[in-house]
């Protein structure tokens, strides 16, 4: 895998464009690989908190060439870009300290297996989850599949309804809109976790790491970003 850092300029026409909208700023990153297989690329939109320059986050399968981003102009980019290969290994118990740009979502009205041996197929629709507490179990609940858990508990309180008591910080970011004409969608919730993982898998969260997290991987959402602890 790679990573890459982009510091884009908010004087550009075009890297305004490119962050009002993220179905532009994908095709913006594609121009920097191979056009019939880009391999996977995920990215994420930070702000320096120096400067306030929007900075974007890319990992890809494939080394970048932003050379070929030169036909954005000269002013797109505030200095050069910055990437290197990146070939992690972990080990379980490992702790790491993360950031994760999500869409967390439930499905609704999703057919059960034997409904779909029977014929009966209904692929449910997919709700934005709003409440922190869903959002914390959403997260809690990628961990068990993915290789890693979110240090902490949940804590019982009144009517037999839980606290969560983990270390991450959750921030929402609100409703985002895609960019892209027609589709169908048109926005999805954003919320970024900050805090601290250990890993419990590090075969499986190695594929997390380069699958992603979540869906709406071509929005901006699912870049996990690792560093180890303070």
């Known amino acids: 895998m790679y990573l890459s850092k982009l510091v884009l300029n908010i004087r550009d026409r075009q890297a305004r464009r490119d962050l009002a909208s993220?179905?532009?700023?994908?095709?913006?990153?594609?121009?920097?690989?191979?056009?019939?297989?880009?391999?996977?690329?995920?990215?994420?939109?930070?702000?320096?908190?120096?400067?306030g320059a929007p900075i974007v986050l890319v990992q890809s399968d494939l080394a970048p060439d932003w050379g070929r981003l030169e036909?954005?102009?000269?002013?797109?980019?505030?200095?050069?870009?910055?990437?290197?290969?990146?070939?992690?290994?972990?080990?379980?118990?490992?702790?790491?300290?993360?950031?994760?740009?999500?869409?967390?979502?439930?499905?609704?009205?999703t057919s059960s297996k034997q409904?779909?041996?029977?014929?009966?197929?209904?692929?449910?629709?997919?709700?934005?989850?709003?409440?922190?507490?869903?959002?914390?179990?959403?997260?809690?609940?990628k961990g068990d599949k993915g290789g890693f858990?979110?240090?902490?508990?949940?804590?019982?309180?009144?009517e037999g309804k839980k606290r969560p008591n983990f270390r991450v910080d959750v921030v929402p970011e609100g409703w985002v809109g895609t960019g892209k004409e027609g589709h169908t969608a048109g926005r999805f919730y954003a919320v970024r976790f900050d805090g601290v993982l250990q890993v419990t898998d590090p075969g499986k969260f190695l594929k997390t790491l380069a699958d992603g997290v979540g869906s709406a991987k071509g929005f901006g959402f699912g870049l996990l970003s690792v560093a180890p602890p303070r």
Do not use: M
Request: aromatic share 10%.
């Open 149 to 158: 858990q979110v240090p902490g508990e949940w804590l019982e309180q009144d």
């Open 115 to 141: 409904d779909r041996l029977d014929g009966n197929k209904d692929n449910g629709q997919r709700v934005a989850l709003l409440c922190d507490v869903d959002q914390v179990a959403w997260l809690v609940g």
């Open 22 to 51: 993220p179905y532009e700023l994908h095709r913006t990153l594609w121009r920097a690989f191979p056009e019939n297989d880009p391999g996977r690329i995920l990215f994420r939109v930070d702000s320096d908190q120096r400067g």
């Open 71 to 109: 036909e954005r102009g000269a002013r797109y980019l505030l200095g050069a870009p910055d990437f290197k290969e990146f070939a992690p290994t972990f080990a379980t118990g490992q702790q790491l300290r993360f950031r994760l740009r999500a869409n967390p979502t439930k499905k609704l009205g």
